[in-house]
């Protein structure tokens, strides 16, 4: 499985403990400076990853006018990673090139949401780009979405939960990752949940999360 860092803040590459800040990644193979095969770092058994490396928040200004700015990922997606069961985009949290990049590159499409208003409404920002690239480019993408930083005890949670399953049915993975301080608390160690504290329940929410994504379960009624 290979995990691509498309996002400038490399907050990905971060909670996985690589810090180095010149190490060059996703950056110089959408530019064509190397390969995206040559950017692969192995940082745990089974998992590669592609940093977004110095320049991509200037890629928008590096790239010339005549070259088709929308197809970099997917071109250099082509030149390597067939071999992967999985290839994972992580998106920086603002729409523009880069996304635009990410969603003509991708097939399918996995949305973490907080349980709180403000996050219905990037929601509904995001649907909206989504179904754009979708009559632009004449594809239907499959698009599932993760109830994440779920508080039981908050009335928005589940006022939250059950507006996503009204417009939602079928599109949300049926396990919720609770809102934990653990969670907040192992990036800045470069661990994963399952790292920092393999017992916890929050590491058991994420290998139900992991199982429900494998196996296509999602929830069906309101919780």
């Not at 810090?19 to 745990?44: F, P, S, W, Y």
């Amino acid at each position: 499985m290979t995990a691509i860092d498309l996002d400038p803040q490399s907050h990905l590459a971060i909670s996985l403990g690589i810090t180095a800040h010149n190490i060059g990644g996703i950056d110089e193979a959408m530019l064509k400076k190397k390969t995206i095969v040559q950017q692969l770092i192995a940082v745990r058994d089974n998992l590669q990853l592609i940093t977004s490396g110095p320049k991509l928040k200037e890629i928008e200004h590096l790239v010339k006018n005549n070259t088709p700015r929308g197809v970099l990922l997917k071109d250099a997606l082509k030149l390597g990673l067939s071999d992967q069961d999985f290839v994972f985009i992580d998106c920086p949290p603002s729409s523009g090139l880069l996304v635009a990049n990410a969603l003509i590159a991708a097939d399918e499409i996995l949305i973490p949401m907080t349980s709180d208003f403000l996050a219905l409404q990037g929601l509904s920002h995001l649907m909206g780009t989504i179904k754009r690239f979708e009559q632009a480019l004449k594809k239907k993408y499959k698009t599932l979405l993760v109830m994440s930083r779920y508080s039981p005890n908050r009335r928005i949670s589940s006022q939250v939960l059950n507006v996503l399953l009204t417009h939602f049915p079928e599109q949300i993975l049926a396990t919720v990752i609770r809102e934990t301080a653990l969670l907040a608390e192992c990036p800045s160690f470069g661990k994963t949940i399952l790292e920092y504290s393999p017992k916890s329940r929050s590491a058991r929410d994420f290998r139900k999360l992991a199982d429900d994504f494998l196996e296509g379960k999602v929830m069906y009624g309101n919780k």
